[in-house]
């Protein structure tokens, strides 16, 4: 198969689509990040990259503390805003009707419509060029009840969505079932030959 | 909406299913890896977690050099596979028949049919606890051209898939269209009120 180089470039697929507050001066912010994911198991670590010049950022320094909220398909006009608005014009909390609470953190403000919001404290931070790396330590992780089966998550319920860039950037739910993981692999260990 | 504390926690859907590349002992080992994303965009940088005992984080710290390869839903038994056998005790390059092949770096090595390859050389490097956080300059994006539509990525023909973890882990592909980015949040605009 032929192979065609790009250039570098920031191409990795799918990508979440991730709400990430802040308290700036006292007032919760979000902006929309689909630069982040889990960075350790144990303890538990996100890593999220902000772009230099964001409001949430401001809120970030002032705390060190933030949170990562996970907005479901029917917040996608939300989800959206939030990365097109910023918090030093408007009040996206009032734009949104985001509905505002915070954990034992005290200073992570997160949002109650999304299903899941992670509560989370500065642990790393990197200045890598255009973005800082947070890495922050989860603290707490809120579940909306009624996105619970079983007292467990449910993504069927969470409904969680992608951000794709190409080649128009938007936004997608999951679709079908590929495989099991840990398990429609097996498969191939038929194939293995010791080394 | 009642929320329920689920404690700490490794939270943040969808991830990508990754397959993270090293050459180790000169030899190529492919491992599976849902905690990555992009890290930076000026310069471009990723950065995936792997956790200590994995045999593909001897070739990372050897070479200093390591690959992200983005397998299309046709992979997804080799996705799986490389998840759960070790490149310490088999040859996964033989049992997947990946064409292993490499870029400008040297020591990093890809597959090919894979439709998106990462170059990518270590820049930092964090020790979380269990995982190792490495941050990698991307230094080429190399494509197959049978994914590309007027020269661009087309992830509709590049067809990548998530891992989610809950309520089962399993492998999906995307779904339904939610709404164009960085368009569809517009009509939020109407109800700003300016601060």
Redesign the interface.
Known sequence: ????????????????T?LVGANVDGKPNFMTV??????????????V?I?ANRHTRIGIEQNKTFS?N?PS?DL??????????SGA???KV????FTV?Y?KLGTAPMI??CP???ECRV??S?E????T?Y?G??????????C??EG?????K?K??????????????????????????????S?????
């Not at 009032?94 to 009707?97: G, L, P």
């Not at 467990?152 to 069927?156: A, C, S």
């Open positions: 198969m032929a192979k065609v180089q790009m250039g570098p470039g920031t191409c990795i697929y799918p990508m979440p991730l689909a630069w982040g994911n889990i960075a350790n198991a144990e303890p538990p670590m996100t890593a990259a772009r990562v996970i398909a996608v006009k939300e989800a959206d805003y939030c990365g097109i608005a014009r408007v009040d009032q734009a949104c009707r609470f954990g109650e419509q899941i919001n992670l642990q790393h990197l890598l060029g255009s973005h790396l890495i330590r989860i603290e707490e992780v809120h579940a909306s009840s009624d619970l089966t467990r998550l449910d993504l069927d969470v969680p969505f992608a951000f794709m860039e190409e080649p128009s950037p938007a936004y997608y739910t999951l679709g079908e079932l590929q495989g099991k993981a840990f398990s429609v692999g097996r498969e191939i260990k194939r293995e030959q010791s080394d």
